[in-house]
């Protein structure tokens, strides 16, 4: 039989690459947004400013097609979908098991067969394998923000050059910063595993009072309490993302502009380090310049996060079937697999 560990890993690289497939462009007009400097902006003519602060998103997405064709808002999917596939295994394999781990202990500590292990531990799991999972993948994230930046980048530069594959981008990087540069940006996404925290929490607010609100409807109207469905937990998952990427884009950006950073950066957008790039936006763009691109990257990591949510109980059912076919297995979203599944996605480290 295969092991828990890889049937989770298998399964959350699968759902994570669905995800990712079907909200990249939004991910690319994130990230150029995101990215783009102030000077730039300044320089655009009145009536292109006003489409944009208009339109936004929707403008950016044509802009992009209209100059590099719709392939442009795929730029840098070779690297983003072996950075997930990489990123999700990484992190499901490390969570199921220290998972194990704390369910283990525990039982034995409580004399219990519960699977439960309460918000604090599941939040301990949820830190050390997202921890595991940006120093493992940092490196794979770093070319693919480039890629994803690199038109833009040129552009604030007025370099014509076609954008570069993911070999080129690594040499670029090692060339430039050497095999450091393959780690930039790595604090903020640390400090972003706290990211569960915000998520979970708001997750199991929500849950909770969806529940109370059933059961008040069963008390007055009698008939069976309604359990918690998988559409249930796709809309509960999507609203408690929102609020966790409204708290932590500020770190998500810093990451970007430390990331994106190469050859063609103009010398405005080069920061020494984190601390840095703080100091720099907050002075030259106030407040609001740690929200650019918000708006497209809330409804990519809802979509996302919802998306991993909603499929991947399915794909661990047939992902255990496919490697071990002797054994049948039924998936009921049973409360304690909705509950573990808002853990794994609560956790999942916003790219």
Not at 135 to 163: H, S
Not at 243 to 258: D, F, H, W
Not at 283 to 291: A, V
Request: net charge positive; with cysteine.
């Amino acid at each position: 039989m295969a092991p828990p560990a890889v049937v989770e890993a298998v399964s959350g690289a699968a759902a994570g690459c669905v995800a990712l497939i079907a909200t990249y462009p939004l991910m690319t007009v994130s990230t150029q947004q995101a990215t783009r400097s102030k000077r730039l902006q300044a320089q655009l003519p009145s009536h292109k400013k006003e489409k944009a602060n208009a339109f936004g998103t929707i403008e950016d997405i044509a802009e992009i097609i209209r100059e590099s064709g719709w392939q442009g808002l795929f730029q840098g999917l070779q690297a983003s979908l072996v950075g997930t596939a990489v990123s999700q295994a990484v992190y499901f394999y490390f969570y199921s098991l220290l998972r194990k781990f704390f369910v283990g202990r525990l039982q034995r500590l409580k004399q219990t067969t519960s699977e439960d292990i309460g918000v604090g531990p599941s939040l301990t799991v949820a830190f050390l394998a997202g921890c595991a999972n940006v120093l493992i993948t940092n490196p794979i994230w770093v070319v693919a923000t480039r890629m994803q930046a690199y038109q833009k980048r040129a552009d604030e530069a007025g370099v014509d050059v076609k954008p570069p594959g993911p070999l080129a981008i690594c040499k670029e990087i090692y060339k430039e910063e050497g095999i450091l540069g393959f780690w930039k940006g790595v604090l903020p996404s640390i400090v972003m595993v706290s990211n569960p925290s915000v998520n979970y929490m708001l997750y199991e607010y929500l849950r909770a009072r969806l529940e109370d609100w059933r059961r008040a409807l069963t008390v007055s109207g009698g008939g069976a309490l309604r359990q918690t469905t998988p559409t249930d937990v796709f809309f509960l998952s999507a609203a408690a993302k929102l609020g966790a990427t409204v708290v932590t884009y500020p770190l998500l950006l810093v990451k970007a502009r430390l990331q994106s950073a190469g050859k063609h950066t103009s010398s405005d957008r080069k920061y020494s380090g984190t601390v840095d790039a703080i100091e720099r936006i907050y002075r030259t763009e106030g407040f609001l310049g740690f929200y650019k691109g918000m708006r497209a990257k809330i409804v990519q990591s809802i979509l996302a996060a919802a998306l991993l949510m909603a499929i991947k109980e399915q794909l661990t059912t047939a992902t255990a079937a496919v490697l071990d076919p002797k054994v049948v297995i039924v998936s009921v979203p049973t409360k304690e697999t909705v509950r573990q599944l808002a853990e794994v996605t609560a956790a999942k480290v916003t790219q």
